[in-house]
């Protein structure tokens, strides 16, 4: 069974800026295959990343050519190191994708580490504060799709714990603009991040 806990929703305040404003405020800068700085693009195969000057993250960019980073792709919220610490691990490789034995939060890491997207091997979940940052209420899909094309307006999986009983984390739903506690069980989007925020 499949259902999301709403109760533990929290609405984010809504900020209006006009398009033009926006545009000159960003602190997203596009990065290529290699991690260096590249113009902003679309389509079915944009620019692979995009670098946070605010946060000194490095976010994942989705691709729309069933690829490994396709933004249809689903994966079940699975953290196997959480048995150790007595508390349930999620559900093993229960989304929909192209790479079948890792449709879960722990091989979607995995398989883009592996493959160095931008160059880097250390992506991960982000937090529910680091996902809930990217979210931009003034816009139809809740972000800014300049620098992050191929976004659904969906749920997108974290790395931020909630300890139900089958196991669970936040999500950031970035059709509502909020976030809330999710069952593992049930198949959302991912996107990855790497770095560490600034103080």
């Known amino acids: 069974m499949l259902f999301t806990l709403r109760s533990l929703a ?5 900020i209006l800026l006009p398009a033009a404003a926006l545009a000159e405020s960003s602190s997203y800068v596009a990065l290529d295959a290699k991690g260096k700085k590249t ?8 620019h692979p990343c ?3 000057t605010t946060t000194g993250l490095v976010w994942e960019v989705k691709t729309d ?17 959480k048995q150790a610490e007595g508390f349930p691990v999620g559900y093993a490789d229960g989304g929909s ?9 722990t091989g979607i890491v995995v398989a883009t580490n592996q493959r160095r997207l931008c160059g880097f091997n250390d992506w991960r979940l ?10 931009r209420p003034e816009l139809p899909k809740k972000i800014d ?22 196991g669970g984390a936040m999500f950031v739903s970035f059709e509502h603009g909020m976030i809330l506690a999710g069952n ?6 991912v996107r990855l991040v790497r770095g560490q925020p600034k103080p």
């Open 65 to 81: 050519d069933k690829g490994p980073g396709d933004k249809r792709w689903s994966y079940t919220w699975y953290d196997r190191t």
């Open 126 to 135: 982000p937090t529910a504060d680091e996902l809930a940052g990217l979210l």
């Open 97 to 105: 994708c192209t790479h079948k034995g890792s449709c879960d939060t």
């Open 39 to 46: 113009v902003p693009k679309s389509g079915a195969r944009p």
């Open 50 to 52: 995009v670098l946070d």
């Open 184 to 189: 593992s069980a049930a198949a959302a989007a």
């Open 145 to 166: 799709e300049r620098f992050f094309p191929n976004s659904l307006a969906d749920y997108y999986w974290t790395g931020t714990y909630v300890a139900l009983e089958v």
């Open 10 to 14: 929290v609405s984010l305040p809504l």
